[in-house]
Nanobody
Framework: QVQLVESGGGLVQPGGSLRLSCAASGITFRIFSMAWYRQAPGKERELVAQITSSDLIIYVDSVKGRFTISRNNAKATVYLQMDSLKPEDTAVYYC??????WGRGTQVTVSA
């Protein structure tokens, strides 16, 4: 059974940082592209960052220079380091493995 479990969300002030983690099980993690998506209230879910099995990385323009995606294949975990957070980053953040598997999400709220 495939499981993706996100953690690390919370409430942070503008300009602050958070590090999200997504622990995977039930898949051969090293061969999967991993991605972070987010969905804000009333908006569609959007891709935030993706890292392939060969460590090719893409970011949505709005987070370039502020967010960093990385992976640890030995721990079957993907991370999203989020710095210089803005209120518009507020959303539920989801982990995705390949094109099929989703986590349940973790809430990130950026507010003073």
């Amino acid at each position: 059974q495939v499981q993706l479990v996100e953690s690390g969300g919370g409430l942070v002030q503008p300009g602050g940082s958070l590090r999200l983690s997504c622990a995977a099980s039930g898949i051969t993690f090293r061969i999967f592209s991993m991605a972070w998506y987010r969905q804000a209230p009333g908006k569609e879910r959007e891709l935030v960052a993706q890292i392939t099995s060969s460590d090719l990385i893409i970011y949505v323009d709005s987070v370039k220079g502020r967010f960093t995606i990385s992976r640890n294949n030995a721990k079957a975990t993907v991370y999203l380091q989020m710095d210089s957070l803005k209120p518009e980053d507020t959303a539920v953040y989801y982990c995705k493995a390949g094109s099929v598997y989703w986590g349940r999400g973790t809430q990130v709220t950026v507010s003073a």
